[in-house]
């Protein structure tokens, strides 16, 4: 195995090690994704149609609010005894700590969707017009495009003042055509209107034109000085 | 010297584009005198972008050469662009308002520009919040995302809607400005360009006179303390 794979595989590792000993992530995401569905359910009131229509932009406000509160702990762990230091200062390569940390988070928010679904589905009445089987992809790319681009971005807000109110003013204006591309495909598959193909399409342009970026420029935020 | 010259020439430039958009342009048949405000829209729309492209030209050169006089550049560029962009979105509910009977609407051309507006604000704002040398890489990371982002929101946003009017100046057929009203937008466009420059040039002296600024506060800081530990 190439120490790149290696050493992404051992980051990897280590923290989900740290999170099944801890659970820090997912529950805070947890509680707090289900707050949003509690709350929204109060403030729209919807019938089962209206649910079938709101519910896509529902499920991704809430996972990308989520989202953000695991993304910045993320690295915080890391600041910790200096280890973002030590981590400078060795020789292992910049872009397997970056992937390692955004498969990672990947896992977590996955984790989390998946246990929360169900709820969406009971709260909100939810039967899938469309072919259900067509949520699977938009729900790993969806993801995926929320954790890279969001674990890069975790990575600058942690060198500004007020890194936890940093991480969604710079995130959140990216991420709206990928935001845009899990909602309309998301709902479209309740709805059955008419087939996410396009969105994700869109999803996978998104993923690899931004994971390349990332990887790209990672080492360069990280040495940063 | 420089400086005043090109300041004289861009205050003639903006006349001479006024008085090409409100007099000599022919009247407009449907809209009347409201079709007038194109004059201002369409321009700062180029400009902004232009200087949204130069950000994202200047922040590869600094990721490249890690030279402070591009990342000076490129904050100057973004902070000017991101006015242009503002007049952009101000100038169009304007014209919006009378024409379409609406201020604003979720179609492909606005979206865009307001994502666009939305993305360079998040820039400016990772400028003000971040701290100590890093603040230029941090930036131009987030620049190249940005401007990278631009493309993939106007064919996401285009997929879901459009009410803008289809390009007037090089559409299909029935499109096409009368020879007066092409002499006004391109005035305008130069004229804005100009004074765009101005307003750049101005930026990016302050930027490099902060930069030194904060050099010499750091050698400073130095000094006192080597002097502190030979005492």
């Given amino acids: 195995m190439s120490s790149l794979a290696a050493v992404t595989v051992s980051n990897l590792r280590k923290d989900v090690r740290l999170e099944w000993r801890s659970k820090d992530a997912v529950n805070a995401m947890l509680f707090f994704a289900l707050l949003v569905v509690v709350i929204f359910s109060f403030a729209f009131d919807p019938t089962a149609e209206e649910s079938r229509q709101i519910v896509g932009g529902l499920v991704w406000v809430a996972f990308l609010f989520a989202a953000i509160v695991a993304l910045n702990q993320a690295w915080m762990r890391e600041l910790r005894n200096q280890v973002l230091d030590a981590y400078r200062v060795s020789p292992a390569p910049a872009n397997a700590l970056f992937m390692g940390k955004a498969l990672g988070n990947f896992l977590f928010i996955s984790v989390v969707e998946a246990l929360l679904m169900p709820l969406f589905v009971v709260f909100y009445n939810l039967r899938p017009v469309g072919p259900a089987w067509q949520l699977v992809p938009v729900f790993l790319l969806g993801t995926w495009a929320l954790v890279v681009v969001g674990t890069f971005f975790a990575a600058i807000s942690l060198r500004t003042r007020s890194r936890e109110v940093m991480l969604p003013l710079i995130l959140f204006p990216i991420s709206i055509p990928a935001l845009l591309g899990m909602v309309e495909a998301t709902t479209m598959v309740l709805t059955g209107t008419d087939t996410p193909r396009f969105w994700i399409t869109l999803l996978l342009v998104y993923d690899v034109i931004f994971t390349t970026v990332c990887l790209l420029l990672f080492e360069t935020v990280l040495h940063a000085e | 010297m420089k400086f005043k010259i090109f300041a004289v020439i861009t205050f003639l430039l903006l006349s001479y584009a006024l008085y090409q958009g409100m007099v000599a342009a022919p009247r407009e048949a449907t809209m009347g005198d409201i079709q007038r405000i194109f004059y201002y829209h369409v321009p700062s729309a180029w400009t902004s972008f232009l200087c949204f492209f130069a ?15 591009a990342d000076a550049f490129a904050v100057s560029t973004a902070e000017v662009g991101v006015v242009f962009c503002t007049v952009v979105l101000v100038t169009g509910p304007l014209w919006a308002r009378p024409v379409w009977g609406i201020w604003w609407t979720w179609d492909a051309r ?63 057929q029935g499109s096409g400005l009368d020879p007066h009203m092409w002499a ?29 600024l904060d050099e010499a506060h750091a050698l400073k800081a130095v000094g006192q303390a080597e002097g502190s530990f030979t005492r």
Avoid: C
């Fill in chain 2, 110 to 172: 606005l979206t865009t520009t307001l994502v666009l507006w939305l993305i360079y604000v998040s820039y400016l704002m990772l400028r003000r919040y971040s701290t100590g040398q890093a603040t230029p890489t941090l930036a131009a990371a987030l620049a190249i995302f940005g401007f990278l982002d631009v493309p993939i929101v106007y064919m996401s946003i285009r997929w879901w809607r459009t009410q803008h009017p289809q390009p007037v100046i090089a559409g299909g």
């Fill in chain 2, 184 to 212: 006004a937008v391109l005035w305008n466009w130069v004229a804005f360009m100009a004074f765009a420059a101005l307003l750049i040039w101005v930026r990016y002296r302050l930027e490099i006179t902060r930069q030194q």
């Fill in chain 2, 55 to 69: 950000n994202f030209i200047a922040s590869i050169i600094y990721l490249a050469r890690r030279n402070l006089k």
